[in-house]
């Protein structure tokens, strides 16, 4: 792919993350298998190098300690796109300053739309399928029982390697390793 898109994402390897790739693959069979996530960077063209924006990346992360979020209630983006997604209901405000902290040098973008914090559910091809998808999330939400909670401690900058396929190029660790790169 000519000219690539990058990201910055945190995987939701927990029960929540969980929950939503089940639901995800029930309500949109047909899309690829994508792991649960939050955006910090919304897809990207790099500013400069992919090695530059890497250096970015770790200088500016380091100095931000992992922090936890709480995800709240089902939503929609409908009619501007149909997406159904999980809003983040405590300490996105962490996210936006992370996200603002990064859409700098390299990695500088103007966001297609505003940047809110949230964990997609699914993007359905219409906003009738949308609205049906956010019935069903809402329900299956309100009946889950298990942690609403996500740390946030590592991201994960990924590239588009084709429509709806990306993947992932390096780990992000957020703030300081007590241990240094050559392990001591």
Known sequence: MQNPRYAL???????????VE???????????HLSAH?????PRHLQGSEHS???QLAEICSTVEPFEITLGDVETFVPV?????????HAGYKMRELHD?????????EEEWPYMPHLTIVKMGTEQQA????????????????????????????????ENCWVDLAPV????????PDGR
């Not at 089940?22 to 690829?32: I, N, S």
């Not at 939050?38 to 919304?42: D, K, N, Y």
């Not at 902290?101 to 973008?109: I, V």
């Not at 660790?173 to 240094?180: D, F, K, N």
């Open 53 to 55: 924006a890497r250096e």
């Open 81 to 89: 796109t149909p997406t159904v997604f999980i809003r983040v209901a």
């Open 101 to 109: 902290r990064l859409n700098t040098k390299m990695l500088l973008a």
């Open 38 to 42: 939050v955006t910090i960077l919304p």
């Open 131 to 162: 609205r049906n998808a956010f019935k069903i999330g809402h329900q299956r939400w309100n009946s889950y029982i298990g942690t609403r909670r996500v740390r946030i401690a590592e991201l994960t900058f990924v590239q588009e390697e084709q």
């Open 173 to 180: 660790p957020l703030g300081r390793s007590l241990v240094s």
């Open 22 to 32: 089940k639901l995800r693959r029930e309500l949109h069979p047909a899309l690829p």
């Open 9 to 19: 994402v945190a995987y939701v390897r927990n029960p929540v993350g969980e929950f």
